[in-house]
T-cell receptor
Framework: QKEVEQNSGPLSVPEGAIASLNCTYSDRGSQSFFWYRQYSGKSPELIMFIYSNGDKEDGRFTAQLNKASQYVSLLIRDSQPSDSATYLCAVNVYGQNFVFGPGTRLSVLP | DGGITQSPKYLFRKEGQNVTLSCEQNLNHDAMYWYRQDPGQGLRLIYYSQIVNDFQKGDIAEGYSVSREKKESFPLTVTSAQKNPTAFYLC????????????FGQGTRLTVV
C-alpha cells in the first residue's frame, strides 16, 4: 500500500513568517512530487512540482525534495493570510496513479 | 480558455436515485480521474481512465460507474448502491497517467436529501 503522510495541523504561523509543510512517502520508486493548495469548499490548485533532489523556488514558495529520506517539503516565505488553506502533497510513479496525502491545514494569523 | 468543467456545482439526490456528474476537459489530456473528498479528509480515487473506451476501478469504486466514450468527457454516475454518497466530487485530468501534474475541475457537491 503506497502511502503519503502529512501532519494534519492546523499549523499556525504569524503573518510574514515562514511556513514549513512536510510530507513523507512510502514508495521508493516515486518519481514526481506535487504540492496543491485547497481553499475551503474549492478544488485543489497546483502550486509546484519537483522531480529532482534539491530545492526548487517559485516566488515565495520553495519545494525541497530528498529522495534518500523519502521526504518532500514546501516552504512559504512571507506568509500572508491569503495563504491560509489546506496543502495537499501528491506523489506518483510514471504510469501509475497519483497518491495524495491527507493535507495540512495552514492558518496565517494577521 | 483550456480547463476542466464539472457540472452541476451542487446536486441533491433522493434515496434510491441514480445521478450523473458531468466532467469535460479541453486540455487534450489522455488521462482522467474521479476523486471523492469527505469533510476534513484527503482525496480518494474512484475511477480513472487512460484512453477512450477504457477505465479502471480505483480504491472506492463500489456504487459508482463511469464511461469514456470521448476523450474530452468522463461522466460519473452515483448509483443507488452507494449508501453514503454525500461528498465533494472532483474530476481531474493529466496529459498521461502519472506523468505530469493533474488539473482539477471546480468540483460537484452532492447531498442526499
Amino acid at each position: 500500500q503506497k502511502e503519503v503522510e502529512q501532519n494534519s495541523g492546523p499549523l499556525s504561523v504569524p503573518e510574514g513568517a515562514i511556513a514549513s509543510l512536510n510530507c513523507t512517502y512510502s514508495d521508493r520508486g516515486s518519481q514526481s512530487f506535487f504540492w496543491y493548495r485547497q481553499y475551503s469548499g474549492k478544488s485543489p490548485e497546483l502550486i509546484m512540482f519537483i522531480y529532482s533532489n534539491g530545492d526548487k523556488e517559485d516566488g515565495r514558495f520553495t519545494a525541497q525534495l530528498n529522495k534518500a529520506s523519502q521526504y518532500v517539503s514546501l516552504l512559504i516565505r512571507d506568509s500572508q493570510p491569503s495563504d491560509s488553506a489546506t496543502y495537499l502533497c501528491a506523489v506518483n510513479v510514471y504510469g501509475q496513479n497519483f497518491v495524495f496525502g491527507p493535507g495540512t491545514r495552514l492558518s496565517v494569523l494577521p | 480558455d483550456g480547463g476542466i468543467t464539472q457540472s452541476p456545482k451542487y446536486l441533491f439526490r433522493k434515496e434510491g436515485q441514480n445521478v450523473t456528474l458531468s466532467c469535460e476537459q479541453n486540455l487534450n489530456h489522455d488521462a482522467m480521474y474521479w476523486y471523492r473528498q469527505d469533510p476534513g479528509q484527503g482525496l480518494r480515487l474512484i475511477y480513472y481512465s487512460q484512453i477512450v473506451n477504457d477505465f479502471q476501478k480505483g480504491d472506492i469504486a463500489e456504487g459508482y460507474s463511469v464511461s469514456r466514450e470521448k476523450k474530452e468527457s468522463f461522466p460519473l454516475t452515483v448509483t443507488s448502491a452507494q449508501k453514503n454518497p454525500t461528498a465533494f466530487y472532483l474530476c481531474a485530468s493529466s496529459m498521461r497517467q502519472g506523468w505530469t501534474e493533474a488539473f482539477f475541475g471546480q468540483g460537484t457537491r452532492l447531498t442526499v436529501v
